[in-house]
C-alpha cells in the first residue's frame, strides 16, 4: 500500500515537480504586514517544493521546510541554490510522526495543507511574539482537488488559530487565510 511520502514523492517526480507556482498572494501580503525579520527563524510546513520557503529565505529570514517529500525537498533545494539563498530542508511526516522537537519558530508558514488536528497545535510551533500564516482552501472552491476532507468549511478560519491572535484573515473565492500572532 502505497504511503503519502510514496505518493507526494511520484507527484513531484512528475509535472509537480517541474512547475513553477509563485507564491501566494496572501503570504506575501502578510510577510509585507509583519516587516523585517531581523535574523529571525521561519518555518514552511508541507514545503513541497519550496516556493514560500525560497521567499522566505530572500527576504532574511533563517529558514527550515518541512516536507514528507524527499523528492519535493530535493527540487526545493535545486530552487534555493539557483535563488542564492540557504534553507534548511527535512523529511517530516508529520501526519504520522507529529510534530518533531524543534525550538519554535518567529514564523510557521502552512499554505494548501490542512489537518485539523495540526492546525490546533500550530501555535506550539511558534515562539512568544511570533507569528504564524495559515491558507488553505474552504468547501465552496471551485476545483476538484483537493478532495473535501482537505478543505475547511466557509468562514471557519474566520475563528483564528488555536493559541494565536488574529492580525489579518481574508476570505475568497474558496480559499482562506490568515496572519495570526502569539502573545509575547
Known sequence: MATDRDRWDEKYAGRLGRERKAPDPFVLAALRRIGAPLGGRALDLAAGTGRHAVVLAQAGWRTHAWDVSPVGLTELEIRAREADVAVTATPVDVLVDGFPPAEPFDLVCVVDFHDAGLWEELHTL???????????????????????????????????????????????????????????
Open 126 to 184: 511558534v515562539a512568544p511574539g511570533g507569528h504564524a500564516i495559515a491558507r488553505t482552501f474552504t468547501l465552496d472552491w471551485p476545483g476538484a482537488k483537493p478532495p473535501a476532507r482537505f478543505r475547511l468549511q466557509p468562514g471557519s478560519l474566520a475563528a483564528g488559530l488555536v493559541g494565536l491572535e488574529t492580525v489579518l484573515y481574508e476570505e475568497e473565492g474558496g480559499r482562506a487565510g490568515v496572519l495570526a500572532r502569539k502573545a509575547s
